[in-house]
């Protein structure tokens, strides 16, 4: 039924998507001008006091506010097909098809909000990128698990022992702030070892008087991620990043292009090749002195502990 539906929906010419575009960025910039309203105010501003600062009408405000959702949402349903001519490819490596869409549709949706249009390509081009990083991301969370490094367990025990002590000396349970300056780490780093800590509830956990119910008869989705999961993933990733980001930049595009880390397709040596203008040879040497460089403990110690 979906994918009848979607079939439906005309395709959008270039001309079309960049109207679009611009419509989706001045309800963007509308956006950004009432959260520096509301910072200037100190509260949440009124629909007369933003016309009244941007010399329009409460009608106009209210209409780029209409229209610009409106964009965003024809934009996105114009390349629903998009998604799906992705998700295809990527059958059968541990998720359904519907659910490869559903995250497919993420990405796309991500595509919509960070396009920009005086780049000058097509938006499908552009929404590839995004469709394929959701979906093979998704994958990689879902279909294996990958247990909590060891310098983030000692980091829990770390906030466990600092967050009761805190307790006892204030007699409260003390704040993300109070806690995050304590252990020296950002409030934002601070919420992810929380997310990490979480412990994890039983599926057999009775659910109802009679305990002849498991928590596990209401989870409909057996891919659901845990806390863990999905954190450590995202820990996982940002390291690699980092670790990358020691290397020159011909070096890093080299090893994303080949290790697929942008899209989940490798490269060959070949295609790298053609993509930088130089010879196979050429990039077989960048990619080795990359992989040396990669092989010093200092660099992979980190990443070790993801696999030990």
Avoid: C
Avoid at 10 to 32: F, Q, R, T
Avoid at 199 to 216: A, C, F, H, R, W
């Amino acid at each position: 039924m979906y994918l009848k539906e979607i079939g439906t929906i005309p395709l959008l010419s270039m001309a079309d998507e960049v109207k679009l575009a611009k419509m989706i960025d001045k309800g963007e910039e509308l956006n950004k001008y009432i959260k520096s309203l509301e910072l200037e105010l100190g509260k949440e501003p009124r629909m007369e006091q933003i016309a009244e600062k941007m010399g329009i009408s409460i009608e106009e405000v209210k209409d780029i506010r209409r229209r610009s959702h409106e964009s965003g949402k024809r934009l996105t349903r114009a390349n629903l097909r998009l998604v799906v001519s992705i998700a295809k490819k990527y059958v059968g490596r541990g998720m359904l098809f519907l659910d490869l869409i559903q995250e497919g549709n993420l990405g796309l949706i991500r595509a919509v909000e960070k396009f920009d249009h005086k780049k000058g390509y097509k938006f499908s081009t552009y929404a590839t990128w995004w469709i394929r990083q959701a979906i093979t991301r998704s994958i990689a969370d879902q279909a294996r698990t990958i247990r909590i490094p060891v310098h983030m367990v000692e980091t829990i025990n770390k906030f466990k022992k600092i967050s009761r002590r805190l307790s006892q000396e204030l007699g409260r349970k003390p704040s993300e702030e109070e806690i995050a300056k304590e252990m020296e780490v950002t409030v934002e780093k601070f919420r992810e070892i929380v997310k990490v800590a979480q412990e994890p509830i039983s599926l057999e956990t009775p659910v109802g008087k009679e305990d002849d119910s498991k928590l596990g008869d209401f989870l409909e989705d057996k891919y659901s991620e845990t806390p863990v999961i999905s954190v450590t993933n995202e820990l996982l990733r940002q390291d690699i990043i980092r670790v990358l980001k020691t290397l020159s930049q011909r070096e890093q595009e080299v090893l994303q292009l080949r290790f697929g880390l942008d899209d989940g397709r490798q490269k060959t040596l070949e295609e790298v090749g053609a993509a930088f203008g130089v010879t196979r040879e050429r990039i077989r040497q960048i990619e080795a002195k990359a992989l040396r460089k990669l092989r010093h403990p200092n660099r992979n110690k980190t990443l070790r502990e993801y696999m030990d």
